[in-house]
């Protein structure tokens, strides 16, 4: 499979433990972008990635969250002391240098806070 | 920043019958419109897309109108069927602003035989 690959795909934790998500993007593609959606919502932006630089971040990703993807090959989402309100599906998704627009979203991570 | 508005939330049709999503859009410097189709269990995967240059763009049974004017676009499906169930997203952004899509709330679509 060549697509957008996420890891774990479901995880459950306890209020105040520390989580991390990994992304594997399709090979070659330069962006890599974190969103995060709800029940019943769209997807919200988090974070962007061009190769290993960090372009922008969303107001949505307080101090407890950080992206990195040093290598400007994977990815990964740390949220530290987790809260009830971080129970979502993490999606993470990548484009590639022909700059279509199209977005190619993995199939998620979703997290929940006890 | 800009503000996507999706309307209906929901929308149950018979098969074969037409389906229309509408969304409006705050930011008027923004110049592409994609929708993504969601399936349970899934991410979201582009179905269409539309750039401010251009005001329709059909794909088989998909189409796309876009009204910068008003600053709305809509989604059309034809003939629709069973397989179209899902939720549809539209989304807005900038082209060269890092394609930071902003998306709308979602619509659920039921094809009923």
């Known amino acids: 499979d060549t697509g957008v690959s996420q890891d774990p795909r479901h995880k459950i934790t306890k209020r105040g433990q520390n989580v991390t998500f990994r992304c594997d993007p399709i090979?070659?593609?330069?962006?890599l972008y974190w969103y995060r959606q709800t029940l019943g919502q769209g997807p919200e932006f988090l974070t962007y990635f061009q190769n290993e630089a960090q372009l922008e971040k969303s107001r949505l990703l307080s101090d407890r969250f950080s992206a990195e993807r040093p290598k400007g090959s994977f990815s990964t989402l740390e949220i530290q002391r987790t809260e009830q309100g971080d129970s979502a599906m993490y999606l993470c998704?990548?484009?590639?240098?022909?700059?279509?627009?199209?977005?190619?979203f993995g199939e998620g991570s979703r997290l929940t806070v006890l | 920043g800009e503000n996507v508005e999706q309307h209906p939330s929901t929308l149950s049709v018979q098969e074969g019958d037409s389906a229309v999503i509408k969304c409006t859009y705050s930011?008027?410097?923004?110049?592409?419109f994609p929708w993504y189709k969601q399936e349970l269990g899934k991410g979201p995967q582009l179905i269409i897309d539309i750039r401010s240059n251009v005001g329709e763009k059909k794909d088989q049974r998909i189409a796309v109108t876009l009204n910068k004017t008003a600053k709305h676009f809509s989604l059309h499906i034809t003939e629709t069927q069973p397989e179209d169930s899902a939720v549809y997203f539209c989304?807005?952004?900038?082209?060269?602003?890092?394609?930071?899509?902003?998306f709308g709330t979602g619509t659920q679509l039921k094809v009923e035989l």
């Open positions: 090979s070659e593609h330069n962006r």
């Open positions: 998704a990548t484009s590639g240098t022909a700059n279509t627009g199209e977005l190619f």
């Open positions: 930011d008027s410097a923004s110049n592409y």
């Open positions: 989304a807005a952004s900038r082209e060269g602003g890092g394609n930071k899509l902003t």
